[in-house]
């Protein structure tokens, strides 16, 4: 992984950002890294199996790009 590269790809992600509930949940993570609190710990284990899952899959190049999940589940994002 290119450290750079991934920084410039999520800065862009994030200036592209729409969605209010996203950016306060990125707020509430930078806060916890200040804080030396570890997101990570407050997660049920399904939830880390499925993020474990998730980042599989994207390094095996099975993504889905964010506009096509986001029309697929629009009726549920927009309430």
């Not at 407050?42 to 506009?67: A, C, T």
Request: net charge negative; glycine share 6%.
């Amino acid at each position: 992984m290119n450290l750079q590269s991934e920084k410039q790809s999520l800065i862009k992600w994030i200036s592209e950002l729409e969605d209010e509930s996203v950016i306060q949940d990125i707020k509430i993570l930078r806060e916890n890294c200040k804080n030396g609190k570890d997101w990570w710990n407050n997660l049920s284990e399904e939830e880390k199996r499925g993020i474990d899952e998730g980042l599989k899959d994207l390094e095996e190049g099975r993504e889905v790009p964010y506009e096509v999940v986001r029309e697929k589940y629009k009726k549920w994002l927009s309430k």
